[in-house]
């Protein structure tokens, strides 16, 4: 059974970038069967997707993120992995990874969840 | 970008009752809609993809409905563990979720 796992320093510091991984274990990346997906949850608040990557490479962010957000993958490692630069406190949240599948190739949905880090941008 | 607007933003029922939350999209997505359930401290669970595809595992007394720009997630009678906040998320163009209802006990 596939499990996801997030990691990373739970504190940065405001205009530096956040940094996590997902580790992802009972499965491949590489087996081109799924996109990898970052969700961040500010403190009492909704759910706000970063972005997803292939296993190729291939990305999708959010616009509203899109020019502060990297996300990349490790296929060797069966790791992805975020980077938001130019953090401020709004970055504060519990950052989620996931894994997408699809129903009929058109139809995603993030079926598998990491249990969430949590993330603080403070001095 | 397509926005998601839930309705209601919170709600109170009772063990046994029948509820329905309700998810419009800013333009028309199809049946590109998923449902979310997520309980305090914990990550989300996909209940419902689709529109109303039932993902495995989830009980039956969970339903999805509808197609374009109006979905509703039911729970035919609510039992103990249903108390959660539940989302919408679009996929029809890239991610976006709905703001979130919460399901309260009365």
């Known amino acids: 059974q596939v499990q996801l796992q997030e990691s990373g320093p739970g504190l940065v510091k405001p205009s530096q970038t956040l940094s996590l991984t997902c580790t992802v274990s009972g499965g491949s990346i590489s087996s081109g069967d799924y996109y990898w997906s970052w969700i961040r949850q500010p403190p009492g608040k909704g759910l706000e997707w970063i972005g997803y990557i292939y296993y190729s490479g291939s990305t999708y962010y959010n616009p509203s993120l899109k020019s502060r957000v990297t996300i990349s993958v490790d296929t060797s490692k069966n790791q992805f992995s975020l980077k938001l630069s130019s953090v401020t406190a709004a970055d504060t949240a519990v950052y989620y990874c996931?894994?997408?599948?699809?129903?009929?190739?058109?139809?995603?949905?993030?079926?598998?969840w990491g249990k969430g880090t949590t993330v603080t941008v403070s001095s | 970008d397509i926005q998601m607007t839930q309705s209601p933003s919170s709600l109170s029922a009772s063990v046994g009752d029948r509820v329905t939350i309700t998810c419009r999209a800013s333009?028309?997505?199809?049946?590109?809609l998923n449902w979310y359930q997520q309980k305090p401290g914990k990550a989300p669970k996909l209940l419902i993809y689709a529109a109303s595809s039932l993902q495995s595992g989830v009980p039956s007394r969970f339903s999805g409905s509808g197609s374009g720009t109006d979905f509703t997630l039911t729970i035919s009678s609510l039992q103990p563990e249903d108390f959660a906040t539940y989302y919408c998320?679009?996929?029809?163009?890239?991610?976006?979720f709905g703001q979130g209802t919460r399901l309260e006990i009365k």
């Open positions: 333009q028309s997505i199809s049946s590109y």
């Open positions: 996931a894994r997408v599948s699809n129903f009929g190739d058109y139809y995603y949905y993030m079926d598998v």
């Open positions: 998320q679009q996929s029809y163009s890239t991610f976006t």
